[in-house]
């Protein structure tokens, strides 16, 4: 019985909060930004608009209308901004891949000069160059 009361005073708590927070449109947001946002300057008025315009902007303009040079402009930039980003990625992926191939190709080389070496004093006879090699059949 002792956590019941615990448990009704704080539901009665929240309760309360809820309905006393229940009016208001935003507790995060102060008088002061709804002004500014009520009237914007230079190029934020072009690209924000208010809440009573954008409810009905997509009713107005029709999937065929013609796109402002603000909306043209702003989509070229994120093409743009795309490809540059995509040019990069796939740049550094060509030199990771040409420096592991460089690595590769110099392993190789190593691994080959090593044999080389091995084979030749395995197979030296003491003559220079090597009798085996250079004799004349008759």
């Known amino acids: 019985m002792s956590w019941t ?5 704080t539901c ?32 934020l008025r072009s ?30 930039r994120q093409r743009l901004a795309a490809d540059e980003r995509r040019r990069e990625y796939h740049e550094e992926q060509r030199n ?4 592991y191939a460089e690595e590769e190709h110099d392993e190789q080389d190593e691994q080959t000069r090593v044999k080389t070496e091995q084979w030749r004093e395995f197979h030296y006879d003491g003559l220079d160059p090597s009798y085996e090699y250079n004799r004349h059949t008759v």
């Not at 009361?5 to 005073?9: A, E």
């Not at 990771?96 to 420096?99: D, G, I, M, V």
């Open 96 to 99: 990771e891949f040409e420096n």
């Open 47 to 76: 690209i924000f608009m208010p809440e009573a315009d954008a409810s009905s902007f997509f009713k107005r303009r029709s999937r065929r209308a013609v796109k402002t040079q603000d909306e043209i402009n702003a989509e070229q």
């Open 12 to 43: 009665l708590v929240v309760l309360s909060a809820i309905t006393l927070f229940h009016g208001a449109d935003s507790a995060a947001v102060s008088d002061k930004s709804d002004a500014k946002a009520a009237n914007p300057q230079g190029a």
């Open 5 to 9: 009361q615990p448990v009704l005073l």
